[in-house]
């Protein structure tokens, strides 16, 4: 069993998590990514690494609650314990000085660019981060993400925080200056998807988090299979990060819908089977962005 | 113990073949239409009375030939004898003298290519049940909890790392631990077992069986640790370095091949692997009550003619569907155990033999809902003594389906191999591994089971993990791998 050290909401859907899991937290690289399963009878569920303490042995993961697991993960916080979290998995992202580097994150996309961002600054880079989301209260981490660029960009489709645009406007301008060496794109697969094309006809090497569905996440199913550069790869072995100019993104959206009404009808099943989760999202509800600074978030742990 | 368990090759009772001539016993089932809707056992094993008529079919043959067919070398004339006169827990004992899991090699060896093919009685008739009577001695010990309890050596104070708990890992660590060794199993996934829980179904192998294989292993004082993923989570330096004297490498060879035929990643198509994982391991077969789903499709196509694409097609038909088997050769060819093939053909799975997909057609939303098969003639037997399949041209037509399970073989994981340094692999990316000592290019590394082998079978496996245990025992003393004697047989070995 895996204990959960606290449990952050920032929105109704997307909560933080710390979970102490001192194996993985030993060996974690940006860029990795853990699975876990909730029970014996849950589904094994991947989740990108958000952050890691090696010396209190634990992990960060952020996780937008969409199907059964990940509303059930919901409801728990510090006392419960999960019983499996695997990793860390996958390839861990290659930290290089290039010069200066876009670290774009979308959704809770914005919670695995973090580390990401962090290594590239450590390694030298002048760190620009875009931070994407529909609207002020989905975003988060603000502040950890200014500690660790040079320079922050926050966009929101309605305007009601930062710039009004889609993470693709101010990409592009950037690209114009010329200045890009390196772009880091994370998010939902459309997002990705646009910023790979906004990038694609300057040139710039484009790196994307592939999230595809998972089973054992070490290369014994090929469920999570993607086409890159028109070959078949894994991605929880080869990847998750893929050059995105070559990956066929409709295909990976396609395959992430592939369990759609099964998804909902083991909802259904849940939620009437749960009432307790009424209670988490009320709870949740009342949450708000401002609680997940660096201090609220060691606070609460 | 009983008086006939001591009854030893030398001095047993040679049967003349006198008596009237037996038929085999046929094995209880539960009935074709039944048994194709629900996930129990399809067999149910012999009663007492039948096991003992069964046995004394046996000839107890001098020189058994049966013998020489199993991998492992059980003395088989010896536990049939002492099943005949009514002493089953002399049996088991028999047993595992050299098999750690009869509950497992009774139900999934492929006997009949093994010792039955070779024992004497299959020149004139039907050859002794030997499988079905592996299997009422272990399921006899079951029902009775007779289990003995073998002697552990006392403690060595050395530690040895397995990785992988499949059928290697699990008798490599078991064996370890008898002679004293303080043994650890790292497993990738949340449960132990291997493909012997992941791959084979609960119709052919129930996992409580699996279950109280592992909980035997960890009563000898084996720990295994689940959820370490060995190469990603420790690598095999780090395991050396700070907290094992020496490593069992049995992480089996579970990385699935696909055709390379258009449309193989539309949704609906699955690897085997990944197919039977979600069925078997993660219980989706029992969604929603488990969590994870599976598309169970009204059509299936499974491609192969193996095991695992028997297990597929069986799995297929429960969850509802109507299976075409897509294979390339004649049922002669098939590769998969003779009494799978006829259990699948009972339950309705419909073969379309002599047939190869071209591609795999999808509709707009990115499903399949057709495979295109190429019909197929025998011609020049290949390398392998098999006639290979030449296409027919101009043959090609379309099956419409909605699920395709592609069971086409598997190769080696790379993801161990990949992250330790100074291991010698083929090019296939399999570990190399002497072949008498199972050790490694790697100092106090030693590899066995399909990692080594490719694809094989679970009593090579498991008597894989016993060579790899003496090995390792043998390096841990400082003595030479192998002792003066195997040298000479093996140079005196054609
Ligand atoms: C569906 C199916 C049906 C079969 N039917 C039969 C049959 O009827 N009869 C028969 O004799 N054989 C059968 N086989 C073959 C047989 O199961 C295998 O030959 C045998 O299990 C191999 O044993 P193993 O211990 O080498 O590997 P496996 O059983 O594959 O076990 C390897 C274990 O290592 C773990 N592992 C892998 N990588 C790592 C890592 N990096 N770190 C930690 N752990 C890791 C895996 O998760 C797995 O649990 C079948 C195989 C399949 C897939
Ligand atoms: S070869 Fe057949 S008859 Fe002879 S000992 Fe073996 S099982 Fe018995
Ligand atoms: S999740 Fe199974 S191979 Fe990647």
């Known amino acids: 069993m895996y204990k959960i050290l606290g449990r952050v909401d920032y929105s109704a859907d997307v909560f933080m998590q710390v979970i102490e899991a001192p194996a993985v937290a030993a060996a974690c690289q940006p860029g990795q990514f853990i699975i876990l399963m909730i029970h014996q009878e849950g589904e094994r569920i991947p989740l990108t690494i958000a952050d890691y303490d090696r010396e209190s042995g634990t992990i960060t993961i952020v996780v937008q609650a969409v199907g059964t697991s990940t509303r059930h993960l919901q409801t728990l916080g510090k006392g419960d314990s999960i019983s499996n979290f695997i990793g860390p998995l996958g390839m861990p992202s290659e930290i290089e ?205 | 113990m009983s008086e006939a368990t001591k009854t030893g090759h030398g001095n047993r009772p040679q049967r003349q073949p006198k008596r009237p001539k037996l038929p085999r016993t046929a094995m209880p089932c539960q009935p074709a239409e039944r048994r194709a809707t629900n996930f129990e056992e399809v067999t149910t094993g012999y009663d007492d009375e039948m096991a003992v008529i069964e046995a004394s079919r046996c000839l107890l043959c001098k020189k058994p030939k049966c013998v020489d067919g199993c991998p492992v070398g059980i003395d088989i004339p010896a536990f049939v004898r002492l099943i005949e006169v009514g002493d089953p827990a002399g049996a088991i004992v028999k047993l595992k003298e050299t098999t750690s899991f009869p509950a497992v090699c009774g139900r999934v060896c492929p006997q009949e290519e093994q010792c039955e093919a070779l024992c004497v009685l299959g020149n004139k008739q039907e050859p002794v049940a030997i499988g079905r009577l592996e299997r009422y001695a272990s399921d006899w010990e079951t029902a009775h909890g007779a289990s003995v309890r073998p002697r552990t050596a006392p403690k060595q104070g050395k530690s040895v790392g397995v990785v992988g708990s499949g059928p290697a890992g699990l008798t490599c660590a078991g064996e370890l631990a008898k002679m004293g060794y303080d043994v650890t199993i790292y497993e990738a996934l949340h449960k132990p077992g291997g493909v012997l829980v992941y791959g084979i179904p609960e119709f052919r192998l129930p996992q409580a069986i699996v279950a109280r294989e592992c909980e035997y292993v960890e009563s000898l004082g084996v720990q295994i640790k689940t959820d370490y993923v060995i190469g990603r989570t420790l690598t095999v330096d780090q395991m050396l370095a700070d907290c094992h004297d020496a490593i069992f490498l049995a992480n089996g060879a579970g990385l699935p091949s696909f055709m390379d035929i258009p449309g193989e990643n539309l949704n609906g198509v699955y690897s085997a692997n990944e197919f039977l994982t979600r069925s078997n391991l993660m219980k989706a077969y029992r969604f929603p009550e488990y969590d994870t789903p599976i598309a169970v499709g009204r059509r299936v196509a499974v491609i192969g003619g193996g095991n695992v694409a028997m297990d597929s097609a069986r799995t297929a038909l429960r ?153 390792i025992d043998r390096f841990l003393q400082g003595r030479p791998l192998l002792t003066d004697q195997e040298e000479e047989a093996i140079a005196a070995a054609p």
């Open chain 1, 97 to 301: 000085n290039v010069g200066t580097v876009v670290c774009a994150g979308g959704g809770v996309g914005m919670a695995p660019i973090y580390p990401i961002a962090r290594a590239l600054k450590e390694a030298g880079n002048k760190v620009i981060a875009i931070m994407a989301a529909r609207n002020e209260s989905l975003l988060f981490w603000e502040d950890k993400m200014r500690e660790v660029s040079d320079e922050l960009i926050v966009t929101t489709d309605n305007g009601s925080r930062g710039r009004k645009s889609l993470v693709t406007e101010p990409l592009k301008e950037l690209c114009e200056t010329g200045d890009v060496n390196l772009v880091y794109a994370i998010g939902p697969g459309v997002m990705m998807k646009f910023c790979a094309r906004t990038t694609e006809p300057y040139g710039i090497k484009t790196f994307v988090s592939l999230n595809s569905i998972m089973v054992d996440g070490t290369g014994m199913c090929g469920g999570c299979r993607v086409s890159v550069g028109g070959e078949t790869r894994f991605v929880c072995v080869d990847g998750p990060e893929f050059d995105g100019h070559q990956v066929d993104f409709d295909l990976l959206m396609s395959r992430q819908r592939q369990y759609r009404s099964q998804e909902k009808e083991s909802l259904d099943t849940y939620l009437s089977k749960a009432a307790v989760t009424k209670v988490a999202l009320a709870n949740s509800a009342a949450s708000n962005a401002a609680a997940c600074s660096a201090a609220a978030v060691a606070a609460h742990v």
């Open chain 2, 319 to 471: 969850l509802g569907a109507e299976v075409h088997l897509i294979y390339r050769r004649t049922r002669d060819e098939m590769p998969a155990r003779s009494e799978e093939i006829d259990h699948a053909l009972e339950e309705g799975i419909v073969f379309d033999l002599l047939s190869n997909p071209t591609q795999i057609i999808g509709d707009a939303d990115g499903w399949v809902n057709a495979i295109e098969v190429i019909d197929m003639e025998l011609g020049e037997p290949d390398a392998s003594g098999r006639r290979r399949p030449v296409p027919l041209e101009g043959s090609e037509r379309r099956i419409p389906v909605d699920v395709v399970i592609v069971s086409v073989g598997t190769n080696a994981n790379p993801l161990l191999t990949r992250n330790t340094t100074g291991l010698d692999l083929t090019n296939r990316g399999n570990i190399i591994a002497d072949e008498h000592t199972l050790a490694t290019s790697k100092e106090g590394v030693f590899a066995g089971g399909d990692i080594v082998t490719g694809a094989a079978t679970v009593i090579l496996a498991m008597g894989a993990g016993k060579t790899g245990a003496r090995s």
